[in-house]
């Protein structure tokens, strides 16, 4: 039977053969390599952080160019997000690069609502992908991923510890997207100041539960560098664009009365750090963990919002595309009833106005006979008196002229009685 | 003696000669300067910002002593819904025979908790009460001990991170404007270049007259003045709002040991002019410019306070005093009573009148039927 022979394969052990020569599939990184770099990359990054903290010139210092932008305002009545596309080319290597800006937040006086447009902005691009992945006709490999990838909050120098507003914000990021925290304009901290201030802000993070990306440890290649660097977070940067002469080079750096900060010094500030991790190490993981964790929690809520499940009442493995099916089914029913039921309503509402004017029309009418009878009667009285008039006209006249014809006579009478 | 008798108007020689037309109150300042010594001054500073923007250190730099020992910070957690405290710190101190009795009244909490609606009405309260108590006390009977607890000045730190003012600077500065001298101040200047500096101050003058805030402003000096003095107190006035930097430690530069701040690319001293304003700020509040806030407070705030303290009591009293007297001081109420009557007589009878004439129209519409 078809179905036990498929159970021996299942059950098979897998066997490790050795190769007698050499075949050559050694070589499928690299297909896969030029495939990547034929198709471009994608990557987006979020930047969340008060307005002013530094995160136009940061991302002008990491990608090395003039990103434009024009400085915020303080005075926006809420936060909104403004991302804008780029697109980048190093060596034969293309990357459409996506940053994404938050205008006004930490601004207002009441900031409960700071972190809804960013969570909701998130949202919206996961939904978008999707809207995509469940489509009949897709084309996911031509599709734009706007989904994000990194998000960056900026952390204000105090040197004391997080704003009461970081910590909520970060709590309601962290299982939607991988953020590294990292603490803005870090010229203003001395060195004793920066060790404290950073050990208290992970502490803190800990302490409420917040989960921030960790560089991951489990490929050996980066694992050293990676896990050194997990140690420094959060890593304290500061940008700049302005080139500064030091010694014999030019170097890009912020020039005060008493020294000079170089951007690319790494005793003065983390910045190497965050480029080598960010852009030189761990882009394709940060991708990676958007997709298969972020994206995919946001997917199984969804989708367990809209009803589905994995496995049926009887524990039968359900499949996506019949239960999807099976609801469109279900949706475009309702529609139909809804319809029908419209229908309906409209004839029924038809039917009682036509039957409303029918007897409108039938009063107009009876009045009107009414009418035309009442004339008719009047007509006929007047008729009759009219009638009535000439007779009386009649015998007036008569009697007139009986009564002439006897006056005539009359005299004749009286004169033959004289005489 | 001959002199009192000769009021000749002669020019004042100097207090060492006794010269028969001395009449010597030339001493006064002298005297003035004895009593106000033994009397001892008394100063209120009021200082407000956000956490973590250097109000503690920079209040320790400015009168060189430590103030905030132990002092225990919040967490992020616990601020989340902090509310404003107001926290008074006295202290004594004493210089070349003069005594200061020292105010610092902290505000932690401010603008740190997420929805920070009126976060300054804590603050406002307390000025308030303080004038109100001294009012109180002025008006007493016994007026000897009178204990002047108003505060003569407030720093406001605004964060330098920013592009200028934000909106909750704007509301402070608004709703203390006229209750206590506000000086405004760019806090932790050392992250901002020169050129930054001045764009930031700029701004910050610009937004102050934009918004009509009422900042503490520095007195003209006398036009018999010297220059040198005309040529500080224009440079007092070009810079505003100060841009400070304070430090809790000191570091060694060139062999001499100052407060500053260490990096690893350089020094900042906090007593460097080119560095920040602090040397102009403690000459400006402590040096020249105290006792001219403690008049302002006195002469100005405290006034319009009692200016309004007083009329509202008096508009309460002739109001209670309406309600209370039998015989009406204005004759409105029953003329109104009767009028209204009048008024609901005639629309009784309109109406009826109305239903009578809509009975007549029936009654005719049937007959033509």
């Known amino acids: 039977m078809a179905a036990t022979d498929v159970d021996i394969f299942s059950n098979e052990e897998k066997r490790n053969l050795n190769l007698g020569g050499h075949v050559g599939f050694d070589s499928l990184p690299d297909q896969l390599v030029s495939k990547s770099v034929t198709q471009g990359f994608c990557f987006n990054i979020l930047c969340v952080g008060e307005t002013g903290i530094g995160k136009s010139t940061l991302m002008n210092t990491l990608f090395n160019t003039m990103f434009e932008n024009e400085e915020a305002s303080h005075y926006q009545n809420g936060v909104y997000l403004r991302p804008r596309t780029y697109d980048l080319q190093e060596s034969n290597v293309h990357l459409k690069l996506t940053i994404v800006d938050t205008v006004g937040f930490g601004d207002q006086i009441n900031k409960e609502e700071s972190y809804k447009p960013i969570v909701d902005y998130i949202d919206t691009q996961f939904e978008n992908y999707l809207q995509e992945e469940l489509k009949i006709k897709r084309s996911l490999f031509n599709y734009h991923d706007t989904r994000i990838h990194i998000c960056l909050y900026f952390i204000a120098p105090t040197g004391h510890s997080l704003k009461s507003l970081d910590l909520v914000t970060m709590k309601k990021l962290d299982s939607k997207v991988n953020i590294i925290p990292i603490i803005a304009k870090a010229d203003t901290i001395s060195k004793s100041e920066l060790h404290k201030f950073k050990i208290k802000i992970m502490s803190e993070l800990v302490s409420n539960g917040v989960q921030i990306y960790q560089f991951p440890t489990d490929d050996e290649a980066v694992t050293e560098i990676n896990s050194s660097m997990n140690a420094h977070l959060p890593f304290a940067v500061v940008g700049s664009v302005e080139e500064v002469k030091v010694g014999n080079k030019t170097v890009r750096a912020r020039q005060y009365p008493w020294g000079v900060v170089q951007v690319e010094n790494e005793s003065h500030c983390d910045f190497v750090k965050l480029r080598e991790m960010l852009i030189r190490v761990n882009m394709e993981d940060l991708r990676e963990q958007t997709h298969a964790r972020h994206y995919e929690l946001y997917r199984r809520c969804k989708l367990e919002e809209m009803g589905f499940k994995d496995t049926d009442p009887d524990s039968q493995p359900f499949s996506l595309q019949e239960t999807y099916e099976a609801k469109r089914k279900e949706f475009l029913g309702d529609l139909q009833r809804k319809e029908e039921e419209m229908r309906q309503m409209f004839v029924n509402k038809v039917k009682e106005t036509e039957a409303e004017l029918k007897e409108k029309e039938r009063e107009l009418h009876e009045k009107f006979e009414q009418l035309k009878r009442m004339h008719q009667e009047e007509k006929r009285k007047v008729e009759e008196k009219r009638r009535d008039l000439e007779e009386e006209m009649n015998a007036f006249n008569k009697r007139k002229v009986a009564a002439e014809t006897l006056s005539l006579s009359q005299p004749l009478k009286k004169d033959k009685d004289r005489k | ?369």
């Open chain 2, 1 to 369: 003696m001959t002199s009192s008798g000769r009021f000749k108007s002669r020019p004042v020689k100097s207090a060492v000669f006794q010269e028969k037309e001395y009449v010597g109150f030339a001493t006064l300042p002298n005297q003035v300067h004895r009593k106000s010594v033994k009397k001892g001054f008394d100063f209120t500073l009021m200082v407000a910002g956000e956490s973590g923007l250097g109000k503690s250190t920079l209040i320790n730099s400015l009168f060189l002593t430590d103030l905030y020992k132990d002092r225990k910070l919040l967490n992020a957690e616990e601020r989340i819904s902090q509310t404003v405290e107001i926290i008074k710190h006295t202290v004594d101190i004493e210089e070349k025979g003069v005594k200061l009795k020292l105010t610092i009244v902290d505000t932690p909490g401010f603008g740190d908790a997420v929805n920070n609606t009126e976060c300054w009405k804590a603050i406002t309260d307390y000025i308030e009460q303080q004038f109100e108590q001294y009012f109180r006390d002025e008006s007493g009977l016994n007026r000897k001990n009178i204990q002047d607890n108003r505060v003569h000045c407030c720093l406001y730190f605004i964060p330098p991170f920013g592009h200028g003012l934000r909106p909750v600077d704007v509301e402070f500065m608004k709703a203390l404007q006229d209750k206590v001298n506000v000086i405004p101040l760019i806090s932790k200047a050392d992250c901002l270049t020169p050129a930054e500096m001045k764009k930031m101050k700029d701004r910050v003058r610009e937004e102050i007259e934009k918004f009509g805030i009422k900042v503490y402003q520095f007195p003209d000096c006398d036009s018999d003045e010297d220059e040198e003095m005309k040529q500080q107190d224009r440079e007092l006035k070009e810079s505003a709002p100060f841009a400070v930097i304070g430090s809790n430690t000191t570091v060694e530069v060139k062999g001499q040991r100052m407060r500053g701040r260490l990096y690893p690319w350089g020094i900042v001293e906090v007593e460097n002019q080119s560095h920040c304003d602090f040397v102009k700020l403690r000459n400006m509040l402590i040096r020249s410019h105290m006792h001219d806030l403690k008049d302002i407070t006195c002469d100005v705030h405290y006034e319009n306070y009692r200016a309004q303290c007083i009329q509202q009591m008096t508009s309460k009293l002739t109001q209670d005093s309406r309600v209370e007297s039998p015989v009406p001081i204005l004759p409105l109420s029953t003329p109104d009573v009767e009028t209204e009557k009048l008024i609901k007589m005639k629309d009784e009878e309109l109406r009826r009148m109305q239903e009578m004439l809509q009975k007549m129209q029936q009654q005719m519409h049937e007959q033509d039927l």
